[in-house]
């Protein structure tokens, strides 16, 4: 993880140990010539969350920051009120589990895990029920941004991807900021799993009183339900993936008000939501090709930027 110009921080911090693990194992492999080579692999960890003794999930993790994981995964899943009523969190790899200890035991948590749902994707990720109801209130702010942005940031992301570049198998999910003038990367974070990386992330962001809305979202992986969740909670306007959307990201995204930008590589992009809210300043020289012909045979152009922003209005 790397953190760049770490804002001031909340006053109160649990508590907490500090058992990262080193993120990538050298191995031998034999390539398609039948030679040995040698090469990275990722790790990847179990970990258990205890909360007051209370046995709630087990996360299968990269395990480089296990500690600020927990933290992000309870805010996300709203299973404590505040930081503030977090004494500690405690990691024990040997055990395999992380427990957190509160002042005052959670009254709820039953009630609570009744109401989740286990979701696909990269490893499983669980979202309870009630925070279906906490979206309803929901709305980001209504932000502008340039094309330019988009590439200037694109160009620092590619400097980021550590893990991935001396292994693969992972996924990284930066928080970013961008204006007219210049862009930096916050903190940016790789893991087996996109969900892993974006909760981090947001504990990151909920020890250091970090406000989401002038903030940017990137991630390498796709932009499901859970994604626009995570986003939407740490209040960011702007979500970026050099991966696809699915149907009910997309969505989410329409309903809370998430630009939602996709396929993001080089000088290409797709925008799924917000085209109205996204200045082309940068536009690429080379002309978008036509769309491939449909089961009908006619020819299908290129959607307009005009016919973007209808789309996400």
């Known amino acids: 993880m790397s953190v760049i110009n770490s804002p001031k921080k909340n006053t109160y911090r649990p508590e907490m140990t500090n058992e990262g693990l080193k993120p990538s194992h050298e191995v031998i492999a034999i390539d398609e010539y039948g030679q040995q080579q040698a090469g990275?692999?990722?790790?990847?960890?179990?970990?258990?969350?205890?909360?007051?003794?209370?046995?709630?999930?087990?996360?299968?993790?990269?395990?480089?920051h296990p500690e600020m994981l927990t933290l992000g995964y309870l805010a996300n899943q709203r299973l404590v009120p505040?930081?503030?009523?977090?004494?500690?969190?405690?990691?024990?790899?040997?055990?395999?589990?992380?427990k957190v200890n509160t002042f005052e035991r959670i009254s709820d948590?039953?009630?609570?895990?009744?109401?989740?749902?286990?979701?696909?994707?990269?490893?499983?990720?669980t979202v309870f029920g009630r925070i279906g109801e906490e979206l309803e209130k929901i709305r980001l702010p209504k932000v502008s941004i340039k094309q330019s942005q988009i590439y200037r940031l694109?160009?620092?992301?590619?400097?980021?991807?550590?893990?991935?570049?001396?292994?693969?198998?992972?996924h990284g999910c930066a928080l970013c900021r961008t204006d007219e003038d210049s862009s930096e990367v916050n903190i940016f974070v790789e893991d087996v799993g996109r969900h892993?990386?974006?909760?981090?992330?947001?504990?990151?962001?909920?020890?250091?009183?970090?406000?989401g809305n002038d903030k940017w979202f990137y991630t390498t992986g796709r932009l499901t339900s859970e994604m626009v969740i995570?986003?939407?909670?740490?209040?960011?306007?702007?979500?970026?993936?050099?991966?696809g959307v699915t149907q009910k990201g997309l969505e989410l995204a329409q309903k809370i008000g998430v630009i939602l930008i996709a396929r993001a590589k080089g000088?290409?992009?797709?925008?799924?939501?917000?085209?109205?809210?996204i200045e082309f300043d940068s536009v690429p020289v080379k002309k978008p090709h036509s769309l491939k012909r449909n089961t009908n045979n006619k020819k299908q152009t290129a959607p307009s930027v005009n016919m973007l922003a209808a789309q996400s209005s």
């Open 40 to 64: 990275m692999i990722a790790g990847e960890q179990a970990l258990t969350v205890y909360i007051d003794d209370k046995e709630i999930v087990t996360l299968m993790t990269l395990g480089t």
């Open 82 to 98: 505040c930081l503030e009523s977090v004494d500690s969190v405690s990691v024990d790899w040997e055990k395999a589990e992380v």
């Open 109 to 125: 948590l039953d009630e609570k895990l009744k109401h989740r749902t286990v979701t696909t994707g990269c490893g499983q990720g």
């Open 154 to 170: 694109l160009s620092q992301i590619n400097d980021h991807n550590e893990v991935y570049q001396k292994a693969g198998a992972v």
């Open 196 to 211: 892993n990386a974006a909760d981090a992330i947001c504990g990151f962001m909920w020890l250091n009183a970090i406000n």
């Open 230 to 243: 995570k986003v939407a909670q740490m209040q960011i306007p702007v979500l970026l993936s050099r991966s």
């Open 267 to 277: 000088d290409h992009f797709l925008i799924y939501n917000g085209a109205d809210q």
